[in-house]
């Protein structure tokens, strides 16, 4: 089973840009749909991005629509999460995740596999 790293998590201030970055283990990488989550203190895990095996098809959650792309590079087994214009409602766990099949969906059941997650901080 592929196994998930992420990084690229840190302290930034508000209205700042950080990029994740989420390496799979293996080369069936380009054989899953990703998506990105994030999970606040307190707050259950919630979508925040999602991506279709070709890179052709995006969905967003609306609080970060205009902010943050989604983007991935089946060549380096790495999906990515460029995200601008942080807001201090931002601060979470950001968890990189993989899905075996082929519609894009926004639940957490819907994914299969999920790395160990990277901390962002937007202080305002």
């Known amino acids: 089973q592929v196994q998930l790293v992420e990084s690229g998590g840190g302290l930034v201030q508000a209205g700042g840009s950080l990029r994740l970055s989420c390496v799979a283990s293996?080369?069936?990488?380009?054989?899953?749909?990703m998506g990105w989550f994030r999970q606040a203190p307190g707050k259950e895990r919630e979508f925040v991005a999602t991506i279709s095996r070709s890179a052709g098809s995006t969905y967003y959650a609306d609080s970060v629509k205009g902010r943050f792309t989604i983007s991935r590079d089946n060549a380096k087994n790495t999906v990515y999460l460029q995200m601008n214009n942080l807001k201090a409602e931002d601060t979470a766990v950001y968890y990189c995740?993989?899905?075996?099949?082929?519609?894009?969906?926004?639940?957490?059941?819907?994914?299969?596999?999920w790395g160990q997650g990277t901390q962002v901080t937007v202080s305002s």
């Open positions: 995740a993989a899905r075996a099949g082929l519609r894009l969906v926004i639940a957490t059941t819907g994914y299969d596999i």
């Open positions: 293996d080369r069936t990488f380009s054989t899953y749909i």
